[in-house]
């Protein structure tokens, strides 16, 4: 199993956030914000699927198991707090989370099916947000350096993305998961994920008085599209997904282990519970 621990990030999230916090861009920090409101309810949905998941298997597989989701919770709680606290000033920017609701609404389906579905769906955003953060960490200096606060927390969340991606891919594994209903919900998971981001995104811009500006979209050209952009460089991780040898151990993590040894000042290793 996987080892690795929950950190206290040493933030203050007090302070108001930038409007164009993200170097200053207005389309970049849109997306940014887009993604951190999806987080409250995206990270309780898989805090969620892996303790129902974790419950699901036989005793000793449990016990194989248990520490390793016990840090995957911790550290996706953790984040989900952060998130919620970096929502809250955006909030009071007058920017609304349509996703989050959305989310909710969405994830609701899933009641009362077998637990498979999610710890599948899980494992599908997982290797989304594990193949951003990689990418992230290898351009941290998309994130500008208006707000240093903010781009600290969005490289330790990526880190730790990094560190348990294979988490929730194991555990559908271990669960019996098949060929068919991995790949099923990697489309549908594709499908969301593509969709809810660039929504949210619109919105955020709309509400920022920025959609209609030259200024945004060339940007967003050259983030997503062009040398280094984010869809030209992760399409070959993310189609990676689809093969049948897959694992996301795969995938290179140096990066992140690159940036947990570096910024060791950045945060508090959260002491294990005694077993
Ligand atoms: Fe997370
Ligand atoms: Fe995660």
């Known amino acids: 199993m996987t080892e690795f621990v929950v950190r206290r990030l040493l933030v203050d999230m007090e302070q108001p956030i930038p409007r164009h916090w993200c170097g200053g861009d207005a389309f970049r920090t849109a997306f940014m914000n887009a993604l951190s409101m999806s987080f409250p309810v995206g990270e309780q949905f898989f805090i969620d699927a892996l303790r129902e998941g974790l419950k699901a298997l036989p005793a000793p597989e449990q016990a194989r198991f248990e520490a390793e989701v016990r840090s995957f919770i911790g550290q996706e709680a953790t984040h989900r707090r952060l998130h919620g606290l970096y929502n809250e000033h955006l909030e009071r920017q007058g920017l609304v989370n349509e996703w989050g609701p959305r989310a909710l609404r969405r994830r609701q389906l899933l009641d009362g099916l077998d ?66 209903w991995r790949l099923k919900w990697f489309r549908r998971v594709s499908f969301f994920f593509v969709a809810d981001a660039l929504r949210q995104t619109l919105n955020n811009l709309r509400r920022d008085g920025t959609l209609w500006r030259w200024r945004t979209w060339s940007s967003a050209a050259r983030f997503l599209f062009g040398r280094g952009g984010l869809v030209r460089e992760t399409l070959p991780a993310w189609r990676a997904y689809k093969r049948p040898d897959f ?3 795969q995938q290179d993590a140096q990066a992140a282990t690159d940036w947990i040894a570096r910024h060791g000042d950045r ?8 077993p």
């Open 115 to 180: 637990v498979r579905h999610a710890v599948a769906a899980t494992a599908a955003y997982e290797h989304f947000t594990a193949i951003l953060a990689d990418w992230m960490l290898r351009r941290p200096e998309i994130l500008g350096d208006q707000d240093p606060r903010l781009a600290t927390l969005w490289l330790w969340h990526a880190s730790e993305e990094s560190e348990h991606k294979s988490t929730a891919f194991d555990l559908y594994r271990a669960l019996g998961g098949n060929e068919a």
């Open 247 to 249: 694992h996301p151990s």
């Open 267 to 274: 945060f508090q290793v959260v002491p294990r519970p005694a």
